[in-house]
Nanobody, 115 residues
Framework: QVQLGESGGGLVQPGESLRLSCAAS????????MGWYRQAQEKPRELVAS???????VYAESVKGRFTISRDNAQNTVYLQMNNLKVEDTAVYYC?????????WGQGTQVTVSS
């Protein structure tokens, strides 16, 4: 069983930065593929970025060059550094863990980009 807790969301202006954190409980964090998803109002949830146990990464086209996903296995934490935020990045951001035949989700953290 893995529990995920996101933090770091908030209200920022366009062009500013935020760093999201996702702390995971449980053992064997290092073997999970970790991901960040987001869901804007009236839109489906979408993958933002993911990182495997070998630190291979995948990014949505809309965030490439602006967002960076990383993980600290010693701290059981995955991060999403978001730079040059845009209004269209406004959404609830969810942490996701996949491994050992199971998928886990956090409760989400709101990111609002507005002038």
């Amino acid at each position: 069983q893995v529990q995920l807790g996101e933090s770091g969301g908030g209200l920022v202006q366009p062009g500013e930065s935020l760093r999201l954190s996702c702390a995971a409980s449980g053992r064997m964090f290092s073997i999970y593929t970790m991901g960040w998803y987001r869901q804007a109002q009236e839109k489906p949830r979408e993958l933002v970025a993911s990182i495997t146990m070998r630190r291979d990464t995948v990014y949505a086209e809309s965030v490439k060059g602006r967002f960076t996903i990383s993980r600290d296995n010693a701290q059981n934490t995955v991060y999403l550094q978001m730079n040059n935020l845009k209004v269209e990045d406004t959404a609830v951001y969810y942490c996701n863990a996949v491994g050992l035949g199971s998928t886990y989700w956090g409760q989400g953290t709101q990111v609002t980009v507005s002038s």
